[in-house]
């Protein structure tokens, strides 16, 4: 009886630390399996955090492409406008350039119908000196000298004032090529204006961009800041998701180590009993 007594207590603890150690072993097959669950979550959105970094500095120079196309548009569209009013304003002084150049024209003309009367009337003292000297040799030599040399005078003066008119009618043509220049430049100035900011509602070629290039451009920069604050959500989301599962990974991971040791703890105890 003694001897029974004594296994039956042996036999139940035995039983009762297998049972110990089965639901030991239990735990840790579980805290195992959820490490690797967890593992394998971590390393997918490891992955995914590449790719949506890589998607990211993609949207980004994208988006820094956008930034300069627009403003480089803006700084065109800005130098149109001002050549459209400079062209405007030269315009304007160039025509009345003209208008001032025509009127020392008609002074000049006039100062040429006068010198030629008083050269023609010179020439004819001049004339009637030279005759009346050949009647009368009291006439003084100086005085013939005198005339003749205000006849060539009158002459060259004649010459040169020509000479300046021929040069105001050169300048005026050049300032009515140059007005004529700058109203073309004008014209296609504000050509080049309606082309890139408003829209052509006669355009109804299918291929073709109904919108102007100024607002092609802006949408395409609007559309560009959208995609980067996408990637740069996605970002941070994954960037966050991938914390939890590593936080949560480090937890199963020393849980584990805990249920191994206590493992190893019991599977000791019990080979020591």
Same mark, same amino acid.
């Given at each position: 009886?003694?001897?029974?007594?004594?296994?039956?207590?042996?036999? @139940?603890?035995?039983?009762?630390?297998?049972?110990?150690?089965?639901?030991?072993?239990?735990? %840790?097959?579980?805290?195992?399996?959820? $490490?690797?669950?967890?593992?394998? =979550? =971590?390393?997918?959105?490891?992955?995914?955090?590449?790719? =949506? &970094?890589?998607?990211?500095?993609?949207?980004?120079?994208?988006?820094?492409?956008?930034?300069? !196309?627009?403003?480089? =548009?803006?700084?065109?569209?800005?130098?149109?406008?001002?050549?459209?009013?400079?062209?405007?304003?030269?315009?304007?002084?160039?025509? @009345?350039?003209? &208008?001032?150049?025509?009127? $020392?024209?008609?002074?000049?003309?006039? $100062?040429?119908?006068? /010198?030629? #009367?008083?050269?023609?009337?010179?020439?004819?003292?001049?004339?009637?000196?030279?005759?009346?000297?050949?009647? !009368?040799?009291?006439?003084?030599? &100086?005085? %013939?000298?005198?005339?003749?040399?205000?006849?060539?005078?009158?002459? !060259?003066?004649?010459?040169?004032?020509?000479?300046?008119?021929? @040069?105001?009618?050169?300048?005026?043509? !050049?300032?009515?090529?140059?007005?004529?220049?700058?109203?073309?430049?004008?014209?296609?100035?504000?050509?080049? #204006?309606?082309?890139?900011?408003? &829209?052509?509602?006669?355009?109804?070629?299918?291929?073709?961009?109904?919108?102007?290039?100024?607002?092609?451009?802006?949408?395409? #920069?609007?559309?560009? /800041?959208?995609? #980067?604050?996408?990637?740069?959500?996605?970002?941070?989301?994954?960037?966050?998701?991938?914390?939890?599962?590593?936080?949560?990974?480090?937890?199963?991971?020393?849980?584990?180590?805990?249920?191994?040791?206590?493992?190893?703890?019991?599977?000791?105890?019990?080979?020591? @009993?």
């Amino acid at each position: 009886m003694s001897t029974l007594q004594t296994l039956m207590p042996t036999k @139940s603890i035995t039983e009762e630390k297998k049972k110990e150690l089965d639901a030991l072993t239990s735990q %840790v097959l579980a805290a195992q399996n959820q $490490v690797e669950e967890l593992q394998a =979550v =971590v390393t997918s959105l490891a992955e995914k955090s590449t790719k =949506v &970094e890589a998607q990211l500095a993609a949207r980004d120079a994208n988006k820094t492409k956008a930034l300069n !196309n627009k403003e480089l =548009v803006d700084k065109v569209v800005d130098q149109v406008i001002d050549l459209e009013k400079s062209s405007k304003i030269i315009d304007k002084e160039i025509k @009345s350039s003209c &208008e001032k150049i025509g009127a $020392v024209a008609l002074d000049i003309k006039k $100062v040429i119908d006068l /010198l030629i #009367y008083s050269a023609e009337e010179i020439n004819y003292l001049s004339n009637l000196i030279v005759r009346e000297k050949a009647k !009368n040799p009291l006439i003084s030599d &100086e005085l %013939v000298t005198m005339v003749g040399n205000a006849g060539t005078n009158a002459n !060259n003066a004649v010459a040169l004032t020509l000479v300046a008119l021929d @040069s105001v009618f050169t300048a005026r043509a !050049n300032t009515t090529e140059s007005d004529s220049a700058i109203i073309l430049e004008n014209f296609h100035a504000e050509k080049l #204006y309606d082309f890139m900011t408003k &829209e052509d509602p006669s355009n109804t070629h299918e291929d073709l961009p109904k919108t102007n290039i100024k607002t092609l451009i802006d949408t395409m #920069y609007d559309n560009a /800041l959208e995609l #980067y604050a996408l990637a740069l959500d996605a970002k941070n989301d994954t960037t966050k998701q991938l914390s939890n599962a590593t936080t949560a990974l480090d937890s199963a991971k020393m849980n584990l180590s805990s249920l191994e040791a206590g493992l190893a703890a019991a599977n000791a105890a019990a080979l020591a @009993s």
